[in-house]
């Protein structure tokens, strides 16, 4: 079951190419724009996507996410 995901004030986005979520969408810009014309990552970018880690604080409090994140 597909989980929707949503919570007052919290967006993330997500870049198609490479899946990272970022918390501002100026950082998924960028790194999709990245992705698109390189094969490899930005790491100037991607160090600003939500780390592992912040999944499971994502989980625990319960944000759901939203779009085409893999
Ligand atoms: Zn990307």
Do not use: P
């Not at 989980?3 to 004030?9: D, L, N, S, T, V």
């Not at 198609?16 to 992705?35: F, N, R, S, T, V």
């Not at 160090?47 to 999944?55: E, F, L, P, S, V």
């Amino acid at each position: 079951m597909v989980k929707q995901i949503k919570e007052a004030e919290k967006i993330y986005f997500a870049c198609e190419k490479c899946g990272l979520l970022y918390k501002e969408k100026i950082w998924a810009e960028k790194c999709e724009k990245w992705c698109s014309k390189n094969k490899s990552c930005n790491l100037e970018i991607t160090k600003h996507a939500i780390k592992d880690r912040d999944y499971s604080l994502l989980n625990h409090h319960t944000i759901s996410l939203v779009g085409k994140v893999k």
